[in-house]
């Protein structure tokens, strides 16, 4: 299994970014998608995940109602919609992949990771 994530950059305060994460190597109907961040510094943290089969969706407290998970599963792709962005969003954004149906929160769940990439969030 290969994730390769992209589309990271500087944002201003208040504008939108929109992470992509392509999957590859196998089927993934029975994975569980997630998007985790590590700012300098700090703990990675759950960020989102999304089950891959129905789509069923969930969000941490603190990106609830700014960010976006969504699949595509024709182009076997995941993305993270993220708008009214923060200067504390700042971080490396990993994807990764768990085999399973369930929603996972922990990063210790996840089977495979992406390298990465930084979001830099400007005030």
């Known amino acids: 299994v290969q994730l390769q994530a992209s589309g990271g950059g500087l944002a201003q305060a208040g504008g939108s970014l929109r992470l992509s994460c392509a999957a590859s190597?196998?089927?993934?109907?029975?994975?569980?998608m997630g998007w985790f961040r590590q700012a300098p510094g700090k703990e990675r943290e759950f960020v989102a995940s999304?089950?891959?089969?129905?789509?069923?969706?969930s969000y941490s407290d603190s990106v609830k109602g700014r960010f976006t998970i969504s699949r595509d599963n024709a182009k076997n792709t995941v993305s993270l919609q993220m708008n009214s962005l923060k200067p504390e969003d700042t971080a490396r954004y990993y994807c990764?992949?768990?085999?399973?149906?369930?929603?996972?929160?922990?990063?210790?769940?996840?089977?495979?990771w992406g390298q990465g990439t930084l979001v830099t969030v400007s005030s």
């Open positions: 999304i089950t891959w089969s129905r789509g069923l969706t």
């Open positions: 990764a992949a768990r085999a399973g149906v369930g929603l996972a929160y922990n990063g210790h769940e996840y089977n495979y």
């Open positions: 190597g196998r089927a993934f109907s029975s994975y569980v």
